[in-house]
């Protein structure tokens, strides 16, 4: 079934860009044993030097003529096929990694290299169950739980054909957009996962002089929470306390912004309420644990 689309890009790529149809670069795969990942090109030759240690943003303009439609649809992934017949790769699994993306990213997220206890996938079941904003943290722990899990070959049938359906769509939407010029409807993405707002949810923050402020969260990741309260802030760091609406308090240190980036609230009289972004900094583990445990762990299950 992907001979056709095999035949059909490489023919298109071979007039638009040359002969430089494929790329190949080294990934880690099971057990951190290096192994050449194959693609279809859809970025120009210097790009290397643009995404070595870093994720490519929308605006880089890399991007072949194809490339951009080849991504769209994940089209781009299909010679890793080669890679599951070799071996390296199996159909379903996390997402090879690059070796220097791993150096970076291992030093933000314990126990990181779990997912090297298997082979990586052509189809990565949290990326394609979440969206691409979707932290990296979340992902992680997504995959940790889908390691734990026993495999059941109906249930990665069925996820196989669900995924080779939405390329499908994606595929005919972009013949639609591209060829005949028709403005199809975009299909609507269902890889998102619930916004975790933290209802009822109060803060206080401390100096050494006591309570300075409190107000309520509005919105929480696992780095930042925004919040609002009636007290003019400095950008100062100072001592948290996160009442949960669930009875329980989350307490460590964070960093406030520059007032002057702050922004009022809508329909409120600045002077008298106001919206502030801060950040954490985790004094321990355990405090950074609670805070994924509310926030990143809620965000799975909903």
Request: charged share 25%.
């Amino acid at each position: 079934m992907a001979l056709p689309f095999f035949i059909v890009i490489s023919f298109l790529l071979l007039i638009t860009q040359g002969p430089s149809i494929f790329y190949s670069g080294p990934r880690y795969g099971q057990d951190r044993k290096l192994y050449n990942m194959y693609k279809f090109r859809t970025l120009k030759k210097e790009a290397s030097q643009f995404t070595k240690d870093r994720l490519m943003t929308t605006r880089t303009n890399l991007e072949t003529p194809l490339g951009k439609v080849l991504r769209r649809s994940r089209l781009d992934e299909l010679p890793q096929i080669l890679n599951v017949l070799r071996g390296d790769m199996n159909l379903i699994g996390p997402r090879p990694v690059r070796p220097e993306m791993f150096d970076v990213i291992q030093k933000d997220i314990p126990n990181y290299g779990v997912r090297f206890q298997v082979k990586p996938g052509i189809v990565g079941v949290a990326q394609s169950l979440l969206p691409h904003s979707a932290p990296k943290l979340l992902r992680h722990r997504l995959n940790l739980v889908l390691l734990k899990k026993e495999t059941r070959f109906i249930s990665e049938l069925i996820f196989l054909a669900r995924n080779a359906l939405a390329i499908f769509t994606t595929v005919f939407q972009i013949f639609l957009e591209v060829v005949l010029h028709v403005k199809s409807k975009r299909i609507k993405n269902r890889r998102s996962t619930e916004r975790v707002y933290m209802k009822n949810a109060s803060i206080r923050l401390r100096d050494d002089k006591g309570v300075i402020a409190e107000g309520m969260v509005i919105d929480v990741n696992d780095e930042a929470f925004s919040f609002e309260t009636t007290q003019m802030l400095q950008p100062d760091t100072y001592e948290l306390d996160i009442e949960l609406g669930c009875g329980k308090r989350i307490s460590t240190i964070c960093v406030v912004k520059d007032p002057a980036e702050c922004e009022p609230v809508p329909g409120s009289n600045a002077s008298h309420k106001r919206r502030y972004i801060a950040f954490f900094e985790f004094r321990t583990t355990f405090e950074s644990y609670r805070v994924e445990h509310h926030v990143l762990k809620k965000a799975l299950i909903s």
